[in-house]
């Protein structure tokens, strides 16, 4: 009997399932799960099966058939760090750097995070999702099919929600799925200049509970996707004790802990975050041995964002090999960010981590997807091909999915499904 299906893919020169049910560590990085001349056969959204064409063939009809001889299906990208909804953008910074300024400079002089903060403010609802769409258009086409999203450029209760907001409505109006982070601890805003506690005990008392009640009557909550807390633990920014504050206060309201630590200076960030059982641990630029260890140690992914160290002009980017090799689950995000990486790509950024920090092809392959997923709470829906999956999924234009990282500059994604659909991109 043959099974009516929606989409089926065939004669895929590699599939690439990424399959597996926890985070990849060690060893483990090194296996995408290649199989050759093989078929995806899709229903309802979800993967219905995966196997030979030929037999796969037999078994089922669809009312789609794409025949993907000489390409790659890959899972979609997960891109598990942004800050991609702002307003405005932060082209003189970028001229101040290249005339010899530093990040955390601008940022003390207050520039930076600040500065996108007041366009924030000053832009409503609709003007926010205008000014994101074409960014998550750009990112889509650049292979991501879900994303997590940060607060973070509000610094005020009613700009914080404001940005929980901008992130529902774009995640109703395009493609890509969006992962909440609300992140009012991402800098100290100008009114509280010197009074960096009264603002926590503002993020703590008022900010995360009005935070936790948005989440609950959102279509997040319905859906299964967590909001998630984050705080930037850095110098000029939070420090140790802050930190634990807010994740603390976020934990008491259900919200799951995430952090950036050891962007820059090292604090004690991943210590306070493996003890409080955090989904990710992001940046990681300056970690010790022993932190690593730490974390490795945890069930907490490692999140590095390459195109940070990149876009600031650094040579010295977070020791990932060490990180995989001392058995952190390792993910790759673009951080995508108007100030330290307006970057949409994620196989830019795999480009760039095979080179300066040295992951092979398939490590960076796992990190952007798997472990990507474990790192936003979502590895048992997405980030893989494998039956009762959600079918998010890539066809390459090439034959080996290494080219991915081998390339860069252009882009190899030739279509995207999401859902089940294949977009017309
Ligand atoms: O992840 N480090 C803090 N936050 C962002 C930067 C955001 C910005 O510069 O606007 C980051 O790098
Ligand atoms: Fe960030």
Redesign the pocket.
């Known amino acids: 009997m043959i099974i009516e299906a929606d989409l089926l893919i065939h004669s895929a020169a590699q599939v690439v399932t990424c399959a597996s049910d926890v985070p990849k560590r060690g060893v483990a990085m090194q296996d995408v799960g290649v199989i050759l001349d093989e078929a995806v056969v899709v229903k309802d959204g979800r993967i219905l099966n995966i196997g030979p064409t030929k037999s796969i063939r037999q078994q089922y009809s669809a009312s789609q058939t794409v025949d993907a001889s000489g390409k790659v299906i890959c899972p979609g990208f997960v891109d598990p ?1 942004t ?1 991609v909804v ?1 307003a405005g953008d ?1 082209l003189g910074e970028f001229e101040q750097r290249i005339r010899g300024a530093t ?1 955390l400079e601008i ?1 003390a002089a207050g520039g ?2 600040v500065s ?1 903060m007041r366009a924030t403010r000053n832009a409503s609802v609709d003007e926010l999702a205008e000014a994101t769409l074409p960014r998550l258009a750009q990112m889509l086409r650049l292979g991501t099919t879900t994303a997590e999203v ?1 607060t ?2 509000g610094l005020d209760l009613d700009s914080e929600l404001k940005m929980l907001e901008a992130i529902a409505v774009l995640d109703l109006a395009q493609p890509i799925d969006l992962v909440p982070t609300f992140m009012p601890a ?2 100290i805003p100008p009114e509280f200049n010197g009074r960096s506690d009264a603002y926590v005990d503002w993020v703590v008392n008022e900010m995360i509970p009005a935070a936790a009640a948005w989440y609950k009557g959102s279509h997040f909550l319905v859906d299964g996707r967590p909001l998630f807390c984050d705080v ?1 633990c ?1 110098q000029n ?1 939070f420090n140790l004790a802050q930190s634990r504050q807010v994740l603390e206060a976020g934990l008491a309201h259900g919200l799951p802990p995430k952090i ?1 630590a050891d ?1 820059f200076t090292s604090l004690g960030g991943v210590g306070l975050a493996v003890e409080l059982g955090a989904t990710s641990v ?2 990681l630029d300056v970690t010790s041995p022993e932190d690593g260890a730490r974390l490795a140690d945890s069930d907490a992914v490692g999140i590095v ?1 390459p195109a ?1 160290n990149f876009n600031l002009g650094s040579h010295d980017f977070a020791d990932a090999r060490a990180l995989i090799d001392a058995g952190t689950a390792v993910a790759l995000s673009t ?1 995508i ?5 307006p970057c949409p790509s994620q196989p830019l950024v795999m480009a760039i981590a095979t080179r300066y920090q040295r992951l092979l092809p398939a490590e960076a392959m796992n990190a952007v997807t798997i472990n990507a997923a474990f790192g936003v709470g979502l590895g048992d829906k997405v980030g893989s091909l494998a039956v009762g999956k959600q079918a998010d999924l890539l066809l390459l234009n090439c034959t080996d999915y290494r080219q991915l990282a081998y390339q860069f500059g252009g882009n190899l994604i030739d279509a995207v499904v999401k859902n089940g659909r294949l977009l017309s991109l």
């Open positions: 760090h800050h702002y932060r990040y940022m930076g995070i996108t940060k973070g450029y991402h800098a930037f850095e920014a950036h962007e992001d940046h964002l940070v951080d960010n108007p100030g330290s990486a």
